[in-house]
Structures are given as structure tokens and as C-alpha cells.
């Protein structure tokens, strides 16, 4: 193993990587993001995802996993770190915790995002929730999607909860925040060959009667008040999906999944 740094106290290193859990502005400050379980790190460390620091609790005996990736010669500083401090960093029960990984940040660039002759990818308008963001990631990587636009206003990427919620997925499928839609025109206006379908529970169509086999970015609107007037107004077309029980809606990540689902239904 190379040699490990030791933090033992809650010097200022730890609570620079404690504020990493709840605070955005010192995420994007600092670059950096915190990485929590086996699989969200084991596939980090697969996909070559740039890693600052692998700490791991001092003092207790390591799984074959652990041991092996801190052995490895994955790039990144090895800290040693007293087990309850760990234990906060990873939001389990100190007995649990035995590996955090600080990863940093991707740029926020649509260039990310592969575009291809069958492109397939989504548009989060506002979404307030992280676990939202993080379930639509696992679903768009799940159904073979090239990406994931998050726009405005909006809870991050690279909260804990989201890249929990991921379960590894984030590594997998380009996330990419971007401002306001001026940035996303500009995207397009490259690849006009896109399709802009928003769905929504007033949408033109039922969504297995819609073409979702070309190149399509789907549309998913704020939990609450759905899409804006001004992504509706950017729509090509617009989708509902039927339901016909009591319930008037779909939560917002659920309902992008089952399009996903449409989507690779129809390109099989």
C-alpha cells in the first residue's frame, strides 16, 4: 500500500471533506465530491474516474476489496482515518464504514455527451429533489441513454443523496448542469437531427404511440409544476403516459424511467 497520510482528529482536512456532504458551494469550490459503498467506487475506479483521496478506517481489519484497492495503483492519496470520523464521512454506523473515495468534479460541458445517428438522452428541468436525479441517471444508463441534461434552478448532481441513488451509474452515463437553456440551444443548434419530446400528463399523445427510434431528448419537468412554458414551448412534440388508476401522475424520475423503457422497447 503506498503510504498513508493519518488523520485522527477533526483537523481541517476532515471537515474540508464533512462540508463536501451537505454544502454545493464548497463541492464546487473544491472540485470534489465524496463517494460512498463498494459498488459506486468499484465503478469510479473502472471507468478511470479521476480520484483525489482513498480513505479508509485505521486500525480495522479491511475486506479483500478494500485492501486490494488501496494496494492498487489506482491514482490517489491514501488516508488513514480514525474510524468514527470515517464513519461520518460515510453516513453509516462505524462498525460499516470501511472506504470513502473524494472523486472530483467533470466539467459541465454538453460536449460529454455523446451524440450519435440513434441518440437518446434527457432533460431534467428544475428538479428540487437529489435522489430524483440520481434514480433517473441509474434508469437513463439502465435503458441504454447517452446522457443526462440538468437544468436550472436545480438540486445537484453530486449531493450524497444523489450519487447514493446512482448506484454506481454516475460513472457510467455523462450528467451535465447547465444554467439556463441558452446553453442547451447553442448544443443543438449542432446537432439539429434531435427530436425534443417532453412529456406530460396533458401530452398530446400516449407515449406508446409516439416515435421514440430516432434521435430523441426527452423532456422531464420540476416534480411540482411539471416543465416550464419555456421547455414546452422548445418541444418538438409532447407525450403522456396512459394510467388508469386513481392516481393523476407519476413521480418525475418514474415517469422518465417508464419513457426510457418505451424508448428501448421501440429501438429493439
Request: net charge neutral.
Amino acid at each position: 500500500m503506498p503510504r498513508a497520510q493519518r488523520i485522527t482528529t477533526r483537523n481541517a482536512r476532515f471537515q474540508q471533506w464533512q462540508a463536501l456532504l451537505t454544502n454545493r458551494t464548497k463541492r464546487q469550490r473544491s472540485g470534489e465530491f465524496l463517494v460512498q459503498g463498494v459498488r459506486p467506487i468499484t465503478l469510479a475506479v473502472e471507468s478511470g474516474w479521476p480520484l483525489s483521496a482513498l480513505l479508509y478506517a485505521e486500525g480495522r481489519r479491511l475486506s479483500d476489496w478494500a485492501r486490494e484497492l488501496l494496494d492498487s495503483p489506482v491514482p490517489g492519496e491514501r488516508v488513514a482515518m480514525a474510524p468514527a470520523l470515517l464513519a461520518e464521512l460515510s453516513e453509516r454506523t462505524e462498525g460499516d464504514a470501511e472506504l470513502v473515495a473524494v472523486a472530483r468534479l467533470p466539467e459541465d460541458d454538453l460536449s460529454r455527451i455523446p451524440v450519435g445517428p440513434t441518440f437518446l438522452g434527457v432533460l431534467f428541468d428544475r428538479p428540487t429533489a437529489p435522489g430524483n436525479i440520481g434514480t433517473l441517471i441509474r434508469s437513463a444508463d439502465a435503458f441504454g441513454a447517452d446522457g443526462l441534461i440538468v437544468t436550472g434552478h436545480a438540486a445537484d448532481v453530486y449531493d450524497p443523496k444523489s450519487v447514493r441513488a446512482t448506484t454506481g451509474s454516475l460513472f457510467s452515463l455523462p450528467a451535465v448542469r447547465v444554467p439556463s437553456p441558452r446553453e442547451v440551444d447553442d448544443w443543438l443548434s449542432i446537432h439539429r437531427h434531435i427530436t425534443l419530446i417532453g412529456t406530460d400528463e396533458h401530452g398530446d399523445t400516449p407515449l406508446y404511440d409516439t416515435d421514440l427510434t430516432g434521435s430523441v431528448l426527452l423532456l422531464v419537468g420540476n416534480e411540482t409544476t411539471g416543465l416550464s412554458s419555456t421547455w414546452r414551448h422548445r418541444c418538438h412534440h409532447t407525450a403522456h403516459i396512459p394510467m388508469h388508476g386513481t392516481a393523476s401522475s407519476l413521480n418525475a424520475a418514474n415517469a422518465a424511467t417508464a419513457a426510457l423503457y418505451e424508448a428501448a422497447r421501440q429501438r429493439r
